[in-house]
């Protein structure tokens, strides 16, 4: 479940079959009798007509028959439809009425912009700009989530490798401490052009690590380098000639990512 703020307005989007269905209720709470608007468009005959078309291009347990019969009668003076009849006689999917804390009707977003054009175009617009804002965020949030996971992974492959070939047995807790931060500089260097003290020197002012700062396609590439430095240690390549390996491939996939000619750190 998710909210989202259209002008004055809070709106429910919850999540209904794997898609995304918009509170109608809470789109007309703020109008007086506002909930009456929800029955009154669903008994116009050109909202009939789009959501039985909605239906039968998504729903193959539409009762298409049930439904030209409504069509037929919407229209009419005498023609009444609420969300309950609507469902229990066509079996659409595309309206729910949900009960609880979070209860009200809800439509599938194609239908839920509808619904909000024909309550105000306006409002319509600015539903549409913040519904599309909350979905940019998710998938940004996804994007790092994935990222963050696969640097987990890479991580680990790369101080196995330190530990397996550069720490002695007898090194100290605080040595080894010391030979992983080394090693994570190497990949600092290759890719900034800085270590990690040398990023807090020169910004003193920011939380966090040079990480945290970086962009998603640095990220990948740091990623991608653990992987590869592991196997660099793994060879037994000298640190100096893989700082400088290193750096040639963060060049080269960063420019490949950006396509921009790439970040020249070395000299």
Known sequence: MAKIKVETTEITIISH???DYISLTDMVRPIENGLALIEKWLRNKNTIE???I?????????NSPEFE???MEAGLNRFIMSVKQWIEKTHAIGIIAKAGRYGGTYAHKDLAFEFASWVSPQFKLYLIREFQRLKDDEQK??????KRELSKINYRIHTD?????????EITNQQAAIKYADEADVLNIAMFGMTA????EANPDKKGNIRDYASINELI????MENINAVFINDGIPQSERLIKLNRIAIQQMRILEDTGGRYLLK
């Open 197 to 200: 003290k040398q990023w807090r």
């Open 50 to 52: 789009f959501l039985g």
């Open 141 to 146: 949030q996804l994007a790092w989530s994935a």
């Open 161 to 169: 490798a330190i530990k397996a070939n550069l720490i002695p047995s």
């Open 17 to 19: 079959n794997e898609k």
């Open 69 to 71: 019969g409504i069509k």
């Open 54 to 62: 909605w239906e039968k291009m998504y729903n193959p347990l539409f």
């Open 221 to 224: 590439c740091l990623s991608n």
